[in-house]
Nanobody, 131 residues
Framework: QVQLVESGGGLVEAGGSLRLSCAAS????????LGWFRQAPGKEREGISC????????WYTDSVKGRFTISRDNTKNTVYLQMSNLKPEDTAVYSC????????????????????????WGQGTQVAVTS
């Protein structure tokens, strides 16, 4: 089992930055595919970024590309989401997720964009961006 705990959410003005952290316990995150999802009020949960644990490649949904960066620190067993140039439409509850050991070798990108690709979830952290 992997337990995930997010932190770093909060209230920020448009154009500002936040770094979300997702600390894992129980098992290592090394070698796993990791994802960040968000759910805005009245909307479905969407995958916004993932990290392919098999080849360290990444993926971002178009709305966050160039503004968000996913990274992993194996020494801290933590995955991060650096968010810059935040917009009011980024307001949502952000959740991290982890899968089992990644097998997507040699793709050069992370193909796991769906919630069903992940077995372990954090509780979520609120991000609110004011205009």
């Amino acid at each position: 089992q992997v337990q995930l705990v997010e932190s770093g959410g909060g209230l920020v003005e448009a154009g500002g930055s936040l770094r979300l952290s997702c600390a894992a316990s129980g098992r290592t995150l090394s070698g796993r595919t990791l994802g960040w999802f968000r759910q805005a009020p009245g909307k479905e949960r969407e995958g916004i970024s993932c990290f392919n644990g098999a080849d360290d490649s990444t993926w971002y949904t178009d709305s966050v590309k160039g503004r968000f960066t996913i990274s992993r620190d194996n020494t801290k067993n933590t995955v991060y989401l650096q968010m810059s140039n935040l917009k009011p439409e980024d307001t949502a509850v952000y959740s991290c997720a982890a899968g089992e050991v990644a097998l997507d070798y040699g793709l050069g990108y992370c193909p796991r964009h769906q919630a069903s690709d992940y077995e372990y979830w954090g509780q979520g952290t609120q991000v609110a961006v004011t205009s």
